[in-house]
């Protein structure tokens, strides 16, 4: 492996250490503020319940598609469908020149 390669190879795992890391903050901040909101809805009186739901659903949905672009995650046109579709296309037509 030449050192140019090296270096690339280098910068993309650093590259991905950043993204993972970047995940697992989002995670982590999303447990304990979601955690402390529902220690208040538990605690307090008021319409805190809504607050917490919406919380959890919204920010939710955000953590699940920044997971998924983290890590490369999507069972419709993933890697795997790509293969799959190859072979399906090659068996139903040959390609001519």
Do not use: C
Request: zero cysteines; a positive charge; hydrophobic letters at 50%.
């Amino acid at each position: 492996m030449t050192l140019d390669n090296k270096n690339k190879a280098l910068k993309k795992a650093q590259e991905r250490v950043e993204e993972l890391k970047g995940f697992y903050n989002h995670l982590i901040t999303f447990t304990i503020i979601n955690l402390l909101i529902l220690i208040a809805v538990l605690f307090l009186e008021g319409d805190l319940l809504f607050f917490f739901i919406v919380s959890v659903l919204g920010w939710g949905i955000g953590l699940f598609i920044h997971a998924i672009k983290t890590f490369q995650w999507n069972p419709f046109t993933g890697k795997d469908w790509e293969q799959r579709k190859i072979q399906e296309l090659l068996r139903e037509e040959p390609f001519k020149n």
